[in-house]
């Protein structure tokens, strides 16, 4: 059995072709490189072969087998990208794929940010800043798990001081009203919490040549630039934050942080996750039993895509809803 799966966010297309167990074929290209998603598939399976079906997972919404992706603009049709294919293909969110993989991962693809242990018969919140915020939960049904998606990161951002107040009157200025958690807590939403910052001092001369939230990252893991230094910590502890709402609405056993930041920032939320975490007010005692991990499985999109097209087959471990 072939099977062709994906991970498509606002950044990076990932497609990789599996035979049983085996990648036979793998590409990453920037999505940016092609106005929608099918000229990837079709140069991709022109190399590798024809596939027996197709799950991809999309950074966007997918209601009725159709996706509009939030950070790229792309509308996706299942039922036409299925026809151009020849083969069954199904599209599900990249977060959903996401939630997918989380019971299947080891301690080897999961770095924990404390040492408590946990409560394997709960949820598990998954979430995770890149582009954009993603979010799901997996919830467990029997010996099986289901995977729930969800648009939480488009809800609207909490500022937790005086400080962040006068932030999100900012960003309210700068986004006409509504200012969602991921115009904070993703890898464009550090640049807008630096940008706040600096006020109307002058970039940081490396952001010149370089991606900004590259150079915020580098300098706070240098503990260099006061106001990189200060962008990153409002920025974990906006994850946290985010985090610890999602644990509390799924009274999870466990938090995950996957996307492309997590791993990058892992020093900075080792240090500073856990307390704005616990941060609850008469829950604190709770969510100090609530474990939190990074998730450094190089592609858990496409492990969890994959489980997604064996689902479509009837063959997959886990369900989803």
Known sequence: ????VGDVGGTNCR???FEGDHVVAALKEPSADHPTLWPFIEAFVARAGQPDAACIGVAGPVIGGRSKLTNLGWTLDAARLSGQLGAPLRLINDFHA???AMPALGPADLEPLDALEPALDRPIAVLGAGTGLGEAIVVPVGARWVAVPGEGGHARYAPRNEREIGMLRALIAKFDGHVSVERVVSGPGLVNVYDYLRGGGPRHPSMATEDDAAVITREALAGGDPVC???ADIFVAAYAEEAASLALKCNAGRVCLAGGVAPRMLPLLKRGFRAAFEDKGRYQDLMATIPAY???HP???LLGARIGAQEMLG???VLAC
């Open 98 to 100: 996401q939630a997918l």
């Open 15 to 17: 497609l990789a072709m």
């Open 294 to 296: 990074v998730v450094t």
């Open 229 to 231: 230094c200060e962008a």
């Open 299 to 301: 592609d858990p999109g």
């Open 315 to 317: 063959g997959a471990e």
């Open 1 to 4: 059995m072939r099977l062709l």
